[in-house]
């Protein structure tokens, strides 16, 4: 565990604190009631640089201990399927493309089926099985230069790298880029998703903050740490998934790479919003929004209203952690993946279980906290009359 003093991405001394969101657990790992006594918790505090606009954690855990072992499948959300299978459609004319943190192999899978050269690289043992099972062709590593010489080696360089929700999880982003240099093709194209901090804070998306992840990255800041490797930002696109991301185009350094007009207009906008004015507003919003879900949970079970929540993402981690919300609040949860079905909620040890546990063990009130797939969710619990809510913040929705 590390403790940081100033941004790593900058290197300047000019971080300060919003928001403490107080002792968590890592919010990926959803442990048995044997692992309850040897859980570990950490202090999760967020700090923002006045130089480069980035956001980032004030502690660090290891990545090998967050990653190796990783509990997170992209394939069991039809929105993110959608999403990539989209994505595969825009890359269909590349000559080889690498998936940088490819999980199960989500891009993989509708790049094979259009008959582009894939590889993924991914650090979890377990998830990077599934897709190599599936013949999803997976380097099981932390992607770095070695990991990149190797790929240029055995394939050549890639005319495309992908790193979609997996660049705010990386310790040295500088080590990373370094690989990306050497991967990438002189014409090439480095496309980042990234969850973004300027939606974050609009919509008071504080469970978005955990350990996994330790930076929060504006576009200000991606601009700034690829022009220290010559490298130019090319274009920027607002998407949906994560609660609103951006999809970054990145290029090396050349008279013909120049920032899009998207480009120039979003820079100028975060000059607007991201300032220690904006951060305190945030802070202050999500006290408020945490206890009144915690109020709304509390009347519920004073009325006999029996809830659950549907979805177990990270983030239930934090909201949970952070408002002292356990199973006399939410008795269980629902979670389609079935690596996370029979565990438990980190920290809180609400109990997790699979669609059917809800048909035969009936609520009035589901919290949905994969708010992004809601109609998803929706559909697949049509068997049944629910008060639908969210949790931040806390409403009912239909």
Do not use: W
Request: net charge neutral; proline share 5%; aromatic share 10%.
């Amino acid at each position: 565990m590390q403790n940081v003093t100033e941004c790593r991405l900058c290197s300047k001394p000019e971080l300060i604190e919003f928001l403490d969101l107080g002792k968590q657990p890592l919010a990926n790992k959803y442990p048995y009631e044997k692992d309850f006594a040897t859980e570990d918790f950490f202090p999760l505090s967020v700090h923002f640089c006045k130089n480069c606009k980035n956001v980032q954690l004030g502690t660090i855990v290891s990545r090998a201990r967050m990653f190796e072992d990783y509990y997170y499948l992209s394939s069991v959300n039809p929105g993110l399927v959608r999403h990539f299978q989209e994505m595969a459609k825009t890359l269909a004319k590349e000559k080889f493309v690498v998936d940088i943190g490819s999980n199960d192999g989500i891009l993989l899978k509708p790049l094979k089926e259009l008959g582009v050269k894939a590889i993924g690289v991914d650090p979890s043992i377990n998830v990077s099985k599934i897709a190599n099972d599936q013949g999803l062709t997976t380097i099981t590593a932390f992607f770095n230069e070695e990991v990149a010489e190797q790929i240029v080696k055995e394939y050549g360089k890639a005319t495309a790298l992908v790193a979609s929700s997996i660049f705010t999880h990386l310790e040295n982003p500088h080590a990373f880029i370094k690989g990306v240099e050497k991967l990438m093709d002189d014409t090439g194209s480095f496309i980042i998703e990234v969850e973004y901090i300027g939606n974050i804070l609009k919509d008071i998306q504080f469970e978005r903050f955990y350990l996994d992840r330790i930076f929060y990255y504006s576009l200000t800041s991606l601009r700034d740490l690829f022009a220290l490797y010559d490298m130019t930002v090319t274009d920027v696109e607002k998407i949906a998934p994560h609660g609103g991301s951006l999809r970054v185009e990145v290029k090396k350094a050349n008279p013909n790479h120049r920032p899009s007009e998207r480009v120039t207009r979003l820079l100028k906008e975060e000059e607007q919003t991201l300032n220690p004015a904006a951060l305190e507003k945030f802070r202050q919003t999500v006290d408020q929004y945490v206890n009144d879900f915690r109020n709304k949970l509390i009347a519920y079970k004073k009325a006999n209203i029996k809830v659950a929540g549907y979805g177990a993402p990270a983030r239930v981690s934090t909201i949970c952690n952070y408002g002292k919300i356990d199973s006399s609040l939410i008795p269980f949860l629902i979670d389609d993946s079935p690596l996370k079905q029979n565990r438990h909620s980190p920290g809180t040890h609400i109990p997790i279980f699979s669609n059917e546990y809800l048909e035969k063990n009936k609520a009035d009130a589901l919290v949905v906290f994969a708010y992004e797939y809601f109609d998803d969710i929706k559909e697949k619990t049509k068997h049944g009359k629910y008060k639908y809510m969210t949790a931040i913040p806390p409403q009912e929705i239909s």
